[in-house]
């Protein structure tokens, strides 16, 4: 009797392929959210750069206020998220090590100034998320 039971269900192949439906579909799915969530990290990774890049070019071509270069970044990031830090800061250096900006080198020649902007961001995600750091310097005579 046990024989015949077994036997019957042995051959039945009936509801196979939804059996194997149902347990490969979580997976795919999991790995679709997990596409979808490192493309949308690296797009806003993407937006975070090309605003500190404006940023950067509004030193490049002459601007000295560093409220007006914090602006231009937060104006140009388009996805931004909550939490965003934006420091603009100008800083001096002689021979290569920091030195105040209001006093000459010990060459008596004029520091270099440079304009800095560091931006941080945390990106938060589906199934992954992390804060993320960029800073981008550029030298003004």
Partial sequence: MIRQFTNRFGRAFEGVSAVEFALVVPIL????????????????RADMEAALRAGTQYFMNGGDDLA????????SW???????????????????SDHACNTSC?????????????????????LMGGSYAAQQSVRVR
Avoid at 31 to 40: E, K
Wanted: aromatic share 6%; glycine share 10%.
């Fill in 29 to 44: 799915l999991i790995a679709l959210l997990g596409v979808v969530d490192i493309g949308r990290v690296v797009y806003q």
């Fill in 68 to 75: 007006k270069a914090e602006q231009v970044v937060n104006e």
């Fill in 78 to 96: 388009t996805t931004k998220p909550q939490g965003v830090s934006v420091v603009a800061q100008t800083f001096c250096q002689c021979g290569g």
């Fill in 106 to 126: 010990s060459d008596n020649t004029n520091p270099a100034s440079y304009n800095s902007i560091s931006v941080s961001a945390s990106f938060p995600g589906i």
